[in-house]
Nanobody, 123 residues
Framework: QVQLVESGGGLVQPGGSLRLSCAPS????????MAWFRQAPGKERDLVAA???????YSSDSVKGRFTISGDAAKETVYLQMNRLEPEDTAVYYC?????????????????WGQGTQVTISS
């Protein structure tokens, strides 16, 4: 049963932009922290950015200044605005949630996952 639904992936040229969306399906995540992860072929799944509904945000060093996480609390929808995309950003991007909000910046506490959306950066 899919509880988080991602959208917005696709093929973009280097330097381009994409916005990913993550919306809940069938339940509420109002008391959760939310995050975006990505996994490239042959690599581990890494935390890209995270957000709490109180407005705190975190971005990994690899995307800081290029990616922005935001959320619409009324819709419980989380966005990832990705600018100045690079071929190294190519990966499957996953939305995730955790009820362990005290450790919301830790990649290990996220236990609810979406199915992922492919992002490919190529000319």
């Amino acid at each position: 049963q899919v509880q988080l639904v991602e959208s917005g992936g696709g093929l973009v040229q280097p330097g381009g932009s994409l916005r990913l969306s993550c919306a809940p399906s069938g339940r509420t995540f109002r008391s959760y922290a939310m995050a975006w992860f990505r996994q490239a072929p042959g690599k581990e799944r890494d935390l890209v950015a995270a957000i709490t509904w109180s407005g705190m945000t975190y971005s990994s060093d690899s995307v800081k200044g290029r990616f922005t996480i935001s959320g619409d609390a009324a819709k419980e929808t989380v966005y990832l605005q990705m600018n100045r995309l690079e071929p190294e950003d190519t990966a499957v991007y996953y939305c995730a949630a955790t009820s362990n909000v005290y450790n919301w910046m830790s990649k290990f506490v996220y236990d609810v996952w979406g199915q992922g959306t492919q992002v490919t950066i190529s000319s």
